[in-house]
């Protein structure tokens, strides 16, 4: 079935850069978008960015404009989110999540905690 | 941005209770509203999408309906494993946006 399974955990200082890998199967790589959700300790959900797989386009949250990257590899159907200068209130757990161009979203990824401390 | 502004951000209901909760469009988002649920350290569930479709695994206990910008979920006799936090998602314009989220506790 279906199944996007995302890297483990990671521990960074203030102002490293981590990277999240979501590895897609049972399904075709190019047909469904790839949208990045957060969700800081005790707190909402967070939109983040979609990528596009067969183009590569991607489109990200203002907030995070700059700072976040997404990428593909087509070969291994792996979606990759990478977050630079991180700060204490990057500390959350990462989704990804299937989906449309605009949300309909069907299947999550397990998260990925990220935590940022000195 | 459109806000999501979802009530209540909790409540407390009993198992065959029917519950119901909100979510309220700060602007229209035509039918592009889904909901989740989320339990305590997993990821969420996509419950429905376009404010009324069920997922295929879903109950059909669980409904969504619209008036004007203010949508909402319903689930029509409260199981135990819907004990949940509950969020609320518009898709019709970038950034997509989510609403608090409601807790539904056991009363």
């Known amino acids: 079935q279906v199944q996007l399974v995302q890297s483990g955990a990671e521990v960074k200082r203030p102002g490293a850069s981590v990277k999240v890998s979501c590895r897609t199967s049972a399904y075709t790589f190019n047909t469904y978008f790839i949208h990045w959700v957060r969700q800081a300790p005790g707190q909402g959900l967070e939109w983040m960015g979609i990528l596009n797989p067969y183009s590569g386009t991607t489109t990200y949250a203002q907030k995070l404009q700059g700072r976040a990257t997404l990428t593909r590899d087509t070969s291994t159907g792996t979606v990759y989110m990478e977050l630079s200068s991180l700060r204490s209130e990057d500390t959350a757990v990462y989704y990804c999540?299937?989906?449309?161009?605009?949300?309909?979203?069907?299947?999550w990824g397990q998260g990925t905690l990220v935590s940022v401390s000195s | 941005d459109i806000r999501m502004t979802q009530s209540p951000s909790s409540l407390s209901a009993s198992v065959g209770d029917r519950v119901t909760m909100t979510c309220r469009a700060s602007q229209g988002v035509s039918n592009y509203v889904a909901w989740f649920q989320q339990k305590p350290g997993k990821a969420p569930k996509s419950l429905i999408y376009?404010?009324?479709s069920l997922h295929s695994d879903v109950p059909s206990r669980f409904s969504g309906t619209e008036s004007g910008t203010d949508f909402t979920l319903t689930i029509s006799s409260l199981q135990p494993e819907d004990y949940a936090t509950y969020y609320c998602?518009?898709?019709?314009?970038?950034?997509?946006?989510f609403g608090g989220g409601t807790k539904v506790e056991i009363k």
């Open positions: 999540v299937r989906g449309a161009r605009m949300g309909d979203y069907d299947y």
């Open positions: 376009a404010t009324s």
């Open positions: 998602q518009q898709y019709d314009s970038y950034p997509l946006t």
